[in-house]
């Protein structure tokens, strides 16, 4: 059924588009050039991050961490494999990115751990790189309760992917 | 800047790591081998990056956006009630939602900071502010393109099969997230 969303949304759109008289392949055409754009900006930052990640891969470092943070992980339900991934997460979504594709690559991308690693990079965001450029733009000084509450959110994301992936697989 | 300090610490974690198991020989091919799969990451995701770009600028043309912060309003006017009064604030908002929900987190953030400015009162954050950015961090989104094209670029023969598991989470933590800030409100100072 899952397997319709896509072509089915990706068919409406057209459609309506198509339905109000607008260019729906030109409008799409400029979508997708802005899209390598994106893609321009974030190669670079992929090449840097991978290669930290790729070092501290090889020289263990990544398992020393989720070996550390297997108690407080396992607690939860939460892979601690993945522990890197949680960790990186809030601060940096090109790392993330990064960190997350290697272990879907590690551990084969319809994995468990390949699976949880997906569901938290989507279902999650770059907490404390919103939260300053929101209050950096807005002129807040006194952020309050912001990052307790962004962050309580988070883990709620984290612990919820590692829940539904194994319910739902 | 936090990235200049993180990228440091990763490459100090590792040398230090490698010389405490003995790994170190490994560590400038492996940091080669990083640098090159960050081009083969990135082109791999080059197709699904450009089609959800171009998906979801047409789904913005052709209201999609307008159709769907209508159908937000009622939980607008619950989570942020000053927006009753204010119908520029409200459509601020509701386009921020509904920009981010499509994945189009380039045009969510302007429209989110310009609601932002709105709801600042002498420097610190009032409780709707605390919710908009709460609400933003939590990323409700209904087609996560970058993951799914990380998946299909791995060879993954359904790469978009782990989307229930996405909105069930990104909605949990989102109406958790707020429900926390909006308890937090109650007995933070102002």
Redesign the interface.
């Given at each position: 059924m899952s397997g319709y969303i896509v072509p089915l949304l990706l068919f409406f759109t057209a459609a309506i588009a198509l339905g109000k008289q607008e260019n729906a392949y030109g409008i799409m055409l400029q979508g997708a050039s802005e899209g390598l754009s994106l893609l321009g900006s974030i190669l670079p930052s992929l090449v840097l991050l991978l290669t930290a990640v790729y070092m501290l891969r090889a020289s263990g470092a990544m398992e020393l961490m989720s070996l550390a943070l297997s108690p407080v992980f396992s607690l939860f339900g939460i892979p601690p494999e993945t522990a890197p991934l949680v960790l990186i997460r809030p601060i940096s979504g090109s790392a993330a990115l990064a960190v997350g594709a290697e272990l879907m690559k590690e551990y084969g991308v319809d994995s468990s751990i390949g699976r949880t690693a997906a569901v938290m990079l989507g279902s999650t965001e770059t907490t404390f790189y919103t939260i300053s450029v929101y209050f950096g733009a807005a002129g807040v000084k006194s952020t309050r309760y912001t990052i307790p509450a962004a962050l309580f959110a988070d883990f709620v994301g984290f612990f919820m992917a590692s829940l539904t992936v194994r319910f739902l697989f | 800047m936090?990235?200049s300090w993180?990228?440091t610490l990763?490459?100090l974690?590792?040398?230090l790591?490698?010389l405490f198991?003995g790994?170190?020989g490994?560590?400038a091919?492996?940091?080669m081998?990083?640098?090159q799969?960050?081009?083969t990451?990135?082109i791999s995701?080059?197709g699904s990056?450009?089609?959800?770009?171009?998906?979801?600028?047409?789904?913005e043309?052709?209201?999609?956006t307008a159709m769907l912060s209508r159908l937000l309003r009622p939980l607008l006017h619950r989570v942020f009630p000053s927006t009753k009064k204010d119908p520029i604030l409200a459509g601020n908002l509701s386009a921020n939602i509904c920009a981010n929900f499509l994945g189009l987190g380039?045009a969510a953030?302007p429209m989110?900071?310009r609601a932002?400015?709105g709801?600042?009162k002498d420097?610190?954050?009032t409780n709707e502010?605390?919710r908009?950015?709460?609400l933003?961090?939590?990323?409700i989104?209904?087609?996560?393109a970058?993951?799914?094209a990380?998946?299909g670029s791995?060879?993954?023969a359904?790469p978009?099969?782990?989307?229930?598991?996405?909105w069930?989470?990104?909605l949990?933590?989102?109406g958790?997230?707020?429900a926390?800030?909006w308890l937090?409100?109650k007995v933070?100072p102002k």
């Open positions: - | 936090v990235l993180i990228w990763m490459v974690l590792s040398i790591c490698a198991q790994t170190g490994a560590l091919g492996a940091a081998q990083g640098a799969a960050g081009v990451l990135a995701m080059a990056i450009c089609l959800w770009s171009g998906a979801g600028k047409l789904m043309r052709v209201g999609i380039n953030t989110g900071i932002a400015k709801m600042n420097g610190a954050a502010l605390c908009l950015i709460v933003n961090t939590a990323s989104q209904l087609i996560p970058n993951v799914a990380v998946r791995l060879g993954c359904a978009f099969d782990i989307l229930p598991a996405v069930i989470t990104s949990l933590s989102a958790l997230g707020v926390a800030a937090l409100g933070w």
